[in-house]
């Protein structure tokens, strides 16, 4: 079962400004939506999870692997489609093992991946980009459709843990529509930061970073939002 545990978490930019100082999260298998303040760290907490910065302190652990889809994905415009699916040197051993290659090295590259293409090419139907062959470059599509592009490389991936900043931007409505449903049939631990109320729409909880801490809250953004008013409500007497 995947999951994420980040334990006593603490990071300090270069210019000594603390961004985290014993932050703990647990999450399960399941959709939460990672809200907060512009500049509360969503973007760094989720590089850390990532394993692309290091902590200061603490812990984290990702069960599974982590995939991370970038808010300022940037695609080299010269890679087939293949090579951001991850699928292209299996497709070369394919090949050759089809042509009567019996040399080991093609089939240790193969593994146990025979159907690496059949599961690229779902990955991109799933997302409505069946039209783009694995031979084509990235230069050759869309802004929006290479944003699900590296979704789709997440599918064929299969992280435990699925990391998405900001995922919509640059998506027209049907491209919306299309990675809300694969969010919906993701398996494991999905963590999303987003302003679109749609997306938000559909997690299992919500986690609130403010202060360097985080709380959860079970629903979606509705019941979130509804949670804080009663907060409010209360304080005010």
Do not use: C
């Amino acid at each position: 079962m995947s999951s994420l545990v980040v334990s006593d978490l603490a990071f300090t930019w270069p210019d000594g400004r603390n961004l985290f100082d014993g932050l703990d999260l647990a999450l399960g298998p399941g959709r939460t939506g990672l809200v907060g303040t512009n500049g509360s760290g969503k973007s760094t907490l989720l590089r850390l999870v990532a394993g692309e910065l290091r902590p200061t302190r603490g812990t984290v652990r990702v069960d599974g692997g982590p995939g991370h889809l970038r808010q300022d994905l940037t695609l080299d415009a010269r890679l087939r489609v293949d090579e951001v699916l991850g699928v292209a040197a299996v497709r070369r051993a394919l090949r050759a093992i089809e042509a009567g290659s019996t040399d080991p090295a093609d089939f240790d590259t193969v593994g146990a991946d025979w159907d690496a293409e059949e599961r690229a090419r779902a990955a991109l139907d799933r997302l409505g980009l069946a039209h783009v062959g694995l031979d084509r470059r990235v230069g050759e599509v869309s802004g929006g459709e290479a944003v699900l592009l590296g979704l789709a490389a997440q599918f064929v991936r299969r992280p435990g843990v699925l990391l998405l900043d900001e995922p919509t931007n640059n998506l027209d409505l049907a491209a919306r529509h299309r990675l809300r449903e694969a969010v919906l049939a993701w398996p494991g631990v999905l963590l999303v930061v987003s302003h679109d109320r749609a997306l938000l729409g559909l997690v299992d909880q919500v986690a609130e970073l403010r202060g360097g801490a985080v709380r959860l809250f079970g629903g979606d953004l509705d019941d979130y939002e509804a949670a804080l008013a009663r907060f409010r409500e209360y304080r005010a007497g």
